[in-house]
């Protein structure tokens, strides 16, 4: 287990004092709420301050257990996400050998490869080799119904919710110079925007949102709540910078690209569900979606974020 610093125990100690206040504000706002309207609203804030208590508990978990517990959570969270994202559409029998490699070989892969520090193949894992075995593996059951569809459907899934997503933990293994045994931090930095981010917009767009960036897609985003959202999650990102090896303006850019990058992921992920016809991509927490719907924003931030990181700082 690793003990964390004086740092990482302010850190989290001021996430759990914001969580209490915010709690508590949330438990005296239901009980004076007025109309299904205010309720709802006020409903959905307590929701996401439910689930930020869970991802704090989890990610501080892991964080104190170790590089191997926080690999096998980020797995364990790609596993649950790819199984949401492969049942909106049915598959048919001569997928499931294909589906068996995904879910059981090269998800798990994917972090051996991470956590071994051999980046060369984690970049090219899923999608090369991945890519090119998937098609192969259902051609081979002899089935070309709906070929191209189905195909795709895996091959998109593996992205978004395994390769995607474990540039988060990525961020563990970097040698970043002066900043030895502290890439933890970096990957709370990360988690902490993009779900910051999500939850100010929310706000934001509450507060004062009027003009739909893609009402048909999102309805709930808006341009003020993105500006509104976004700049708060900015300055919350540059707030934080003590605790990378980043400057003040540096924290700040980097949590731009985190806010632009989850807003789009957010947007594209809400894009498949209308074409599914469903509101949420599972029931994990309840009232509140399920693994997929929680980490859209994180999985197309996370290796933009672990890029720039990469590029600039090692």
Known sequence: MNLPDEQTLWIFGGFFLALTVATVIGWILQRTATGESGAKVIRNL???????????????????????????????????????????????????RSLFWAFFIITPLQYVTLASGWYGMTVLLIPVYAFLFIPIRTALAGDATDFLTRTAKIQWGLMVCAYFLSYAPGLLVLDIPDYEDQDAKLLFF???????SDVFQYIWGKLCGRHKIAPHVSPNKTV????????????????????????????????????VMGFFGGLVMSAIKRDRGVKDYGELLPGHGGMLDRIDSLCFAAPVFFHAVRFWFT
């Open 46 to 96: 307590n929701e996401r301050v439910f689930a930020w208590w869970v991802m704090v508990g989890v990610f501080g978990a892991a964080i104190a257990l170790g590089t191997t517990a926080a690999m096998t959570l980020f797995g364990l969270m790609s596993f649950l996400a790819l199984r949401e994202f492969i049942t909106l559409t049915p598959t048919k029998p001569a997928d499931h």
């Open 190 to 196: 990360l988690v902490a925007v993009a779900q910051s």
């Open 224 to 259: 003020e709540g993105l500006l509104g959202g976004g700049l708060s999650a900015i300055a919350l990102g540059a707030a934080l910078w003590p605790i990378t090896p980043f400057t003040p303006l540096q924290a700040a850019g980097m949590a731009a690209i985190i806010v």
